[in-house]
Structure formats: C-alpha cells, structure tokens
C-alpha cells in the first residue's frame, strides 16, 4: 500500500466561512485566494479528486491522509479560529468516514490562539472522533509557533503520543526586501519563502527545547523538510542566542534536534530535494507526501521522484507505507477499513 500523508482538500462549509472572513478584509487576499483554490478542482470536489487518482497512477493501493489545505484565514481571533478548525474537523471527518477505500485518515484543525479551549478540542477530535493527529502552520497571527503561549500543544501532542503536520504559511505581506518594498513579489513568498519558513521554525522549535523535553515528539515536515537539508552546514554551527535566552540547557548539537523531525516527499518534480531529505532525516524519517490538491501534476511528479531516487525495494516500502504506519499509530481497524490487512 501507498500511504499518501499530505494531500490537501478544502470542504464546502469550511470554504465557504474561509471566503467570507476573507472578503471582509477588503484587500486582495480574497480575490488571489480564490484563484488559486480554483487551479485544481481535485482540492474542493470530490468527484474530480477520485478522477485525478484513477488518471494520474494512484492505483488500487492508493490511500490519502485528509490536511486542510491553508486559507490565510488561520490568523482570526479566537472564537473565528474555534469556529473554522470545529466545521473544518467535522466535514473532514465525515468525508473519511464516507469513504475509507480513498482516505485512512484525517487531521485535525487547530485554534491555538484559543489557549487551553482550543487545546481541549482537539484532544477531543483525537481522542474521541478519530484525528490522527494535529495539524499548525509556522506562525499564528504573527507569532512563530515556538511562542510560549503555545508550548502547551507541544505538550499535549507528545502526551497524547499523535504526530504534528506543520505547514508554512508566509503570506504576501513578508516582502522579500522589507526595507523598499511592502510586499512580497512574483508570488516568492510561497515559492522560496515557504522552504525558508519551515527551516527557520524548525530551528526555532529546536532552540525552545521541544525536542530536548519531548524527544518522542513527531514532527512531520512539509516539502522535506523545507532548506534545512540543503542548509545544514550552516545549520550544525554553535548555536548563537543573540537577543534570547535559552529555556532549556541544550544537550545535543543542533543537527541532532534536527535530524529528529520528520519530513515528506512533497518536492514537485525535484529529485534534489528528495535526496538531500534521505540522506539527511534517513529513511526512517521519510514519508511518502505528496502536496495533492494545489497542482494535478504534484501527486505524479512525487511517485516519479520516489521511483527516480529509491531503487531499494525495502527502502521504498518504508516511504510509501511502513514510516505511515509506524510515525501515524495506524490501527489495524482502520487498515483493515482501507482494505491495507
């Protein structure tokens, strides 16, 4: 079986909430959201994704893990955030109940600006409704997601024993020269800013000590792991806590903290990348993610890297389905509903 962990959708209800916080902004966030939500109509219609898998090589052994796609809308107050991630997990939770041939899982939404009422939601979608785990973006209305106030999620999800799905989400507001220009340009905030953004909280959960007070916590890592492969030699110098104090004595060398996140294969059609992760999170820190839902061509472009770069069969397995077993707590139930025993 191929276990595709990162495959994005937006559901009606949730969509439909998403557009309308959106157009009260009264900026451009809207309008260039909704194009983009468009390019595939696989991320909104259910139809069209099971059309797309059958064309596209997914084949019979195929299987998605449900993650919200990102709506910029993840930065609202707390009641707005609350209401979002409570749609959002009810219609995903339903579409993977409906239809556990296509979806071994979903993942929960997240309001952490809503303190300890967001944290006990989704306890509750894990616990009780069948999240496999959680899914946060870089940074929260601003904050890097290594801010004090949400260190209690860290906690949670590593008593819990359920991994972490972690997103960038850099806006057009990041410009790429902040000292001219207002704005980001030609869309390089997600292009190259996305990488950059999941290295730079990567490396900033690493110094808040997470990995040192929760080493059994599961990080997984989108677009492998962002630049921190492609970085690490500048990333395995002497850590440097200028304007910061550490919270926690630090007992490993920072590559070791970081070698302990997880990463997936979402690399577009770019087997550098996918190299680079093997060589640097191991085999056994790599999962077959896809990025399914912004682009027809992600979900090909992924398994030809995978088949380009892994030509050992074990290895291979571990990608596509022993690492998801393992990293996600798949039950046997719900192997068994996916048709995987």
């Known amino acids: ?59 019979p052994d195929y299987r998605q893990v449900l993650v919200m796609g990102h709506t910029q809308a993840e930065h609202e107050d707390p009641d707005t955030a609350a209401e979002l991630a409570k749609i959002g997990n009810e219609e995903l939770a339903a ?15 997240v309001a952490l600006q809503d303190g300890e009422r967001g944290l006990a939601r989704v306890e509750e979608e894990i616990e009780r ?9 870089t940074h929260i209305q601003g904050r890097c997601v290594d801010h004090p106030d949400y260190e209690p999620f860290f906690e949670l999800m590593a008593r819990l024993d359920r991994p972490i799905w972690m997103h960038p989400n ?37 110094c808040a000590g997470y990995l040192e007070r929760w080493p059994e916590l599961r990080i997984i890592t989108h677009h492998s792991g962002g630049t921190v492969p492609m970085v690490a030699g500048r990333l395995k110098r002497p850590l440097r806590w200028q304007n910061a104090e550490p919270r926690i004595q630090l007992t ?70 022993d690492n998801a077993r393992r990293v ?3 039950s046997e139930a719900r192997l068994e509903a996916a048709g995987a025993v």
């Open 1 to 59: 079986m191929r276990i595709d962990v990162f495959t994005h959708i937006l559901t009606p209800r949730y969509l439909e909430r998403v557009f309308e916080i959106l157009r009260a902004r009264g900026d451009h966030v809207a309008s260039d959201y909704e194009a983009m939500s468009t390019q595939d109509p696989s991320l909104t219609r259910l139809d069209a994704r099971f059309k797309l898998i059958d064309e596209v090589g997914g084949g």
């Open 170 to 206: 850099r806006t057009v507001e990041w410009s790429d020269f902040p000292l001219t220009e207002k704005e980001s340009q030609y869309h390089l905030y997600s292009l190259t800013g996305w990488p950059t953004d999941t290295a730079v909280t990567m490396y900033r959960l690493m």
């Open 252 to 321: 490993k060398e920072p590559l070791e903290y970081l070698r302990m996140f997880y990463a997936d294969t979402g690399n577009f059609g770019n087997p550098i990348a996918l190299r680079a992760a093997l060589e640097f999170f191991g085999e056994d820190r790599v999962l077959f993610g896809s990025d399914f839902g912004f682009s027809p061509e992600f979900l090909p472009e992924t398994l030809e890297d995978i088949e380009t770069v892994v030509q050992d069969e074990g290895t291979k397995r571990k990608l596509y389905e």
């Open 95 to 109: 579409v993977a109940q409906e239809h556990p041939d296509r979806f071994i899982g979903w993942v929960a939404q």
């Open 129 to 137: 409704n069948g999240a496999l785990g959680a899914q946060i973006f």
């Open 328 to 330: 996600l707590r798949l």
